[in-house]
């Protein structure tokens, strides 16, 4: 025979089990949104060149990161409250890891950027034939699809390249960020310090240097 008031405390203990599991679902399910919210925009902000320079990236990736940790010890945590792991469905398990793998992935190959770019590539090459050569800035040109062009030109070094975005750096420096169709290797019309080029396809590229 049971002694007396096991039963309540029985239902006291599962009821606190009940609550702390409950609670540990609620906290995986914000951690997953804050990660895929965190996802998104970093996605959204990757089509454009230059979004990095802002820090957003180097914000926001350890953050997505973190939150990935975080969810996994609160899964652990409510699996050995649980006592029976094989319940917590593993899909669960991984989705947020899963998220921050896949970010990183289309970030490091610039897979949204590329897509975005191929929309309008077409609209792009119309203006090539027309870039003057300019050996320090370039000509108006306005917006093509989401990007808004302020300057393009021909380098008489070789490549025309479309300024779509720049910013401040160090002192009076400017950092330029853009297009370039068969660029070359010595820099642009928007300065030649911290001159990168990454290929996007079709002869075409994505530039940043600085005016320095």
């Not at 702390?20 to 895929?36: F, G, S």
């Not at 203006?127 to 050996?135: E, G, I, P, Q």
């Not at 169709?181 to 001159?195: C, H, I, L, M, V």
Request: proline share 8%.
């Amino acid at each position: 025979m049971a002694p007396p008031g096991a039963g309540l405390v029985a239902k006291r203990v599962a009821a606190g089990l009940l609550g702390r599991n409950n609670q540990a679902t609620k906290r995986i399910r914000v951690i997953d949104v804050c990660t895929v919210a965190g996802a998104i925009f970093l996605v959204v902000r990757s089509l454009w060149p230059g979004y990095a320079g802002g820090g957003w990236m180097c914000l926001l990736l350890p953050l997505i990161g973190g939150l990935a940790v975080a969810w996994f010890v609160v899964a652990v945590m409510r699996a050995v409250e649980r006592q029976r792991p094989p319940s917590f469905p593993l899909r669960r398990l991984l989705f947020t890891p899963s998220i921050v793998v896949l970010t990183f992935a289309l970030l490091l190959f610039y897979v949204p950027r590329r897509i975005a770019f191929w929309f309008v590539r077409g609209e792009f090459e119309r203006h090539v034939a027309s870039a003057v050569r300019s050996k320090s800035g370039g000509k108006p040109l306005g917006r093509i699809g989401i990007y808004a062009v302020d300057e393009y030109a021909a380098d008489p070094r070789g490549g025309v390249y479309f300024r779509s975005g720049s910013q401040p750096s160090w002192g009076p420096d400017r950092v330029s960020y853009g297009f370039a169709y068969k660029p070359n290797k010595k820099g642009t019309p928007f300065g030649a310090a911290e001159y990168g080029v990454w290929p996007l396809g079709g002869g075409w590229y994505w530039f940043r240097a600085s005016d320095d």
